[in-house]
């Protein structure tokens, strides 16, 4: 295990035991490697309580890692359990202490972000060099590869020059395949842009209106006023909660997590 795996995974245990608190609670499950983590906890939880839980996924990969946790683990979709309970997602830059974060490095945002949106609470899960304190998407920050951005197939070259010329960014371009000729298809269809700036995103809220304003830009990366708790794991397995606009308190380990 890698030592930012040991922190995601530290991260995902923390979440899971002081969030997942009842037998059927309906759960929004993110897309990712520290996701991994998360099912890995809720299965371990569920086989030691003998509880099931409602999930629904938010991408190919959360699909199949619920469908492995069968029958623990009950597959849903958002169209018949839209009122969730928690929604466990990670991210790839989060912002301490507006817990505002950018998603989509994995290209499942969409559904992410629709998930997310139908859970009563939504927390964040990440190994601890996600988190910055300025804004996000800082050129050279801890997320250096562009605001992803899903856009339509037929809009992608359109949305990329608006991005560029009526919304500031150095460049938006085309996320391409490294194992197949030709661009990343999403879950949906679509494609997506990696929008860089020159300097970081002082009012991710601001960019984000303006971004979703864009015909043929179907979803952004930026996850603003959403996250209520974050939990950041370091590489020695410490784990820090941090709730969003304020207070930020060391969690001890959840005895499961320190048994690996
Ligand atoms: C998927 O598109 C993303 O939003 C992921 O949730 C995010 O990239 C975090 O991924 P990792 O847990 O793999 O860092």
Redesign the pocket.
């Known amino acids: 295990m890698s030592s930012s795996d040991a922190g995601?995974r530290a991260a995902a245990y923390a979440a899971v035991s002081a969030h997942v608190t009842r037998d059927g609670m309906r759960l929004g499950i993110?897309?990712?490697?520290?996701?991994v983590f998360v099912v890995e906890a809720l299965r371990a939880l569920a086989a030691s309580r003998g509880w099931r839980f409602v999930c629904v996924p938010t991408s190919f990969q959360s699909r199949a890692l619920v469908s492995a946790g069968a029958p623990a683990l009950a597959l849903a979709e958002l169209s018949e359990a839209f009122e969730l309970d928690v929604c466990i997602?990670?991210?790839?830059e989060v912002c301490v202490p507006s817990l505002a974060a950018v998603?989509?490095?994995?290209?499942?945002?969409a559904q992410?972000k629709a998930v997310a949106s139908a859970a009563a609470e939504f927390v964040i899960v990440?190994d601890d060099r996600k988190r910055v304190r300025g804004g996000l998407c800082a050129p050279g920050g801890a997320w250096g590869r562009g605001l992803p951005l899903e856009v339509l197939p037929a809009a992608h070259a359109l949305v990329a020059r608006r991005v560029v010329r009526e919304l500031g960014a150095a460049a938006a371009p085309l996320r391409m395949s490294r194992d197949k000729a030709g661009p990343v298809v999403t879950d949906n269809g679509n494609l997506l842009l990696d929008a860089r700036w020159p300097a970081a995103l002082d009012d991710a809220a601001a960019t984000d209106a303006a971004l979703l304003a864009l015909p043929g830009l179907v979803e952004t990366?930026l996850f603003v006023r959403m996250a209520a708790v974050a939990y950041f794991g370091a590489d020695d397995g410490a784990v820090t909660r941090v709730r969003a606009g304020g207070a930020e308190e060391a969690v001890p380990p959840p005895a499961a997590a320190a048994a690996h």
């Open positions: 995601k993110g897309s990712g490697s520290t996701v997602d990670g991210a790839d998603k989509g490095g994995g290209g499942c945002q992410e990440a990366g």
